[in-house]
């Protein structure tokens, strides 16, 4: 980046303000990291979204190749272009889709260019700089992790608002959090096991026998038993959740992931040991208060299919407590890629920029 | 059945001796009810068996078709007929494939007519009358229930050698048990959570949304929350394991059922909450031990998909302890329909006439 | 029907003008047989509809339940009603989604009550008569069929504008057809035969050995050898296309189908021996012409795969010449449920209604 | 090869005869080449095989690996080695599964070496090395093909048995000459048009987009359109059929490719163009004549679903005359890695050293 003079100085830490961007057009977003699954589908949603502008789309690998050739179901007409920060044309927003390490240089540097980013990858989502580095290594830039909010847009929509860097949440973490926010709050949690599945998609576009058709077809298959580096992202949501309810202990969460023969979906399957009986009246009550205002999680009545939600930034919740053990069951399903990533993402931009949560979303 | 005394009356109350019947020929079997995946399967077994007749298959449905018809993978050019009992043939084995309730009355008139029979219905897994007409209903023939050895082999070999009724255990918790009986007999469990998950094959030949390729395709779909029948069947069988290992209490087990859009394949996740802290090397120990001796079951070092025990009698075994959370995680893989339903039907009926216990199953 | 005095007299042939319609509102439509998969995704692609308002969505075997409770992923939130044609309220428009034989009464009765219909069903798709009843037996309404336009919507757009019942086609034909047309016009198709596969959810909403699952997946089921009712849909379409190509032979097609395990997609390859030699600068320039200004037919330069064309309302067409055999192949791709059946259904009411053909299906 | 005088001067041009061998005990077989889909099920075929010594496997990328880690389900506990030729060992066969171009040289080590050889490469496929130029490239060992028999066994059964080298077949032409050959043989065939979709493995163990189970899966994948190299193969085998009907013109096959989304499992849709009409019943007796004492091909009487061969080396054929069009429609259904690969391999090795054709297949 050989120019961050021309970062206009009136900007607020965050970027422009939304009103100074919608005076000035159309907010101007790019995907970096198009060529991946979840950089492909935010480009899919951002290109047809009414209120932004998708100017470019870029990938180290397959420069010069157009997006609708690599997803054809996608049809975005852009071509893939290399990074290119030092243009002179006004950057609002910016969607990285880079692996864990490579993502914090690029965010780092878009923010120098005055865009708000929604970063994909683990970078920011870790408050904790101990914790990221114990799991991921070291991290590339530590400076910018004070200006980071972590983006389950449920649970922090206002600090997400103002934000210059949104830490999008893993898939895992989404659909175990959505599900066990309501007993953290309550104070309900005395000890969780979460057993989660998803779709190959989750694999992203790897090559490789677990995405092989001839592999990844009819198995069951269980990975990073014991090590799944979404536990510690769990828990450190969890934890001012659960203290909001009164806990002052710790919670170490068992978190099991599994790969399943479909596409695009997930399930949470949470275990809950309560710190007292509940019933199912009371989760019901608990349930409905936490989301009875959100436009993209539902409380349902049965067990939910992680069908009903393909291709949606809707999480389904169903929560029924099991008297003969004690314990509660919470089942959260999302589409990993939408409500698990992408979409996740442009529902974030929404807020960033102050329109309204679900515009292009439904 | 007109004609009991056509049984010979020197038979024992298993029927005849193993050593009898071979010395007669090859022991004459019947599938009563082979229309259904179980019952199909277990033809197909036993029609390739070396060293088993398969005489006839019933099935009220399907009167007169052949089963290499209705099954054309099976190969059993067989067709199928009405169950009757009072031909003159000898019958010295069978397999009953009912839904439970239908299933005790068959196989009472089969026992009567000399048959030793292994029953694949609930109807005599539950010892206790009461826990079974709580999750059942009216049992049909009470009277038999003594008679009845539970079948999952590995746990009952010696009395299964002689019953003259032998229950073949529930997919879900044949997978289970195996995966828990090493820690049970060593007092390991306090309290346990299983989550397990298994192809379409599992809800059987029934044609509804469940199965149709349309709804059940590219889903996760949990059912039966906090009310699954198997969770009784697997507390009854942990119990005396648990005993074995010093156990004085009860523990009440939380079972969750799922089905993943595969044919045939089950994984069942033990989440194990230990009496004490247990290591990788002690887990090592004790699952060898339990098992190393075993012919069909397997202790792995790396998590197993079901993908690696697909169309045969093997259980695959993983176990880990988590030092974070403190939790034991046992992974148990098997084929629902072989080694959860028809290829363990012919393992009991391997060892209830003296044979290998690996004949006709490798 | 009580009251066919209710429709206004001043009505045109087809039921109110456009204008008229928009100048009191949205259009009103009904879904007549929404429980099917059919007629359910018409109702979620008209809920959805900037521009018609959906009012009811009928069905005689669910009545009472909510449509999104059936179809979750469809989102629409009506009850399932009867069809109760002599309410009060204007009615602009209806698609009708049952079976052949049970839809022309409907239709007809639609017809009396002012209504402008897309019939899914075979009952309109031939102008002659003694073609439908050798296919299909007699047929209830012959009397309707002058009315009726064909509707593949970029063969038959000017008559479509006008028509009081537009006859959606099959979804073979529509890939067939759209692949053929060309040739056809060009006067170059001397032979030809079909081979298309489908995804299981061409089978529709039956329960059976066909769908479900464990029979349905893991097999290629090839079906109606030699007596596919596409067939005569199919050559009644090309002849004229043939004729104004200086065709006066007729043409016999060989249409071959089959069910592949996928939910939805259909690809149906045509094989055609051409009057003379043709190469792939000739195909490129005939199929460019034909539908470079189609907003829903696109000329791709390599085999589509149907995952291409999958949730949405285009089709994909490519041409290749065989210069060893001398023949033509055109692969024709579309999404079996959309362009095959609903999508193109709504595609039909825009033109019906004098809007954007695109509206409301991109 | 530092050693080829260490092969005994006695043998015959096809090595050992089977009687000196059976001798000598068990004939000693190896893979070369085993780590890819066709070469490992060929080494679980023959390990399990009651007649043959599966001596080696070798593989140049895992070297080091046991098979059964790399293939669970196919239980071979062999370690990958390189292709060592040098040793002292007697070496009566082997199965070569290398990429076309790398096998021939391979394959004159092994003959050098006095093993007799199924190579499942293209290289022996073609007898006019003209064509296979022309397809493959330049030909590594053309003084090998006059040794070489093309080993679709119900055509060549007596010429493979005293071959050197038997060039496995295609799996299409496999499907696509069985299903053709009685009407070739009978005269019958004008012209031909083949249709043919086979399961994902088809496509091997590479790793991309073809492979990838969330761009392989929902979709059907036409490729190599007026391009597959099994055209001149199918061509090549026809004509001498063809001839035997008296046929003194060439056909030239027009041949088509998919990939659908399963495993395994291949259909071959033929549409034949006769030479003068021929009916149902015609068919029957041409069909069940040329099959009715073929162990592995079944002649049926409804379309063969691949689901019904699948995991066997059955192929199963079905003709229809279609009066309509004039034309007749045969499909022919095959596993394309049993019957299409590895099966017919063992099935070719039993019927070259004298063992019942169907030894250790059923």
Known sequence: MSCVADVPATRSAAGASAAQVFAEGSPRVIIAGATGFAGALAAHLLWRHPRFELVAVTGRSEVGRRLDDLYPRY????????????????????????????????VGELRDRGARVVDLSAD??????????????????????????YGLTELHRDQIAGAGIV??????????????????????????????????SGAGRA???????????????????????????????????????????????????????????????????????????????????????????????????????????????FAKADPHSGKVVVLSAIDNLWKGTSSQAVQNLNVMFGLPETEGLT
Chains 1, 2, 3, 4 share one sequence.
């Open 207 to 317: 090559f490789d026998e677990t995405t092989h058709q001839s592999m990844a077809g009819e198995t069951i298959l269980p990975y990073k038993v014991a090590e799944h580096r979404h536990t510690p992202e769990i828990e450190e949501q969890l934890a001012p959740l659960r203290a909001q309810g009164g806990a002052t202990d710790e919670v170490a969460v068992l978190f099991q992931a599994h790969l399943v023969p479909l596409d695009q979906g997930e399930l949470a399957d949470c275990y809950v040991t309560t710190t007292r009986r509940v019933d199912d009246a009371e989760l019901a009550e608990l349930f409905l208060a936490a989301y009875e205002h959100e436009p993209f999680v539902e409380v349902v009545g049965s067990p939910p299919g992680t069908r009903e939600v393909q291709g949606t930034n809707f999480c389904r919740v």
């Open 75 to 106: 049809r975005v007409p852009l071509q893939l272009s290399e990074l290119e920060l030092d243009s002179d044309g006004q950057l609002d927003a910016a969607v990285v889709a880079y692996p864990h390490a490579a993502a914090a240089p690029a």
């Open 167 to 200: 830490a999008n949440p893993g898939c895992y973490p989404t659909a175990s959090l959505l599900g066990l926010a309501p007993l953290a709050r309550a104070g309900l949690i005395a000890d969780v096991v979460i057993d989660a599945k998803q779709g190959i």
């Open 124 to 149: 920011f989502r870790l408050s904790s700089l101990q914790t990221y580095e114990q799991w991921y290594g070291k991290h590339p830039r530590p400076d910018l992790l004070a200006d980071a909010v």
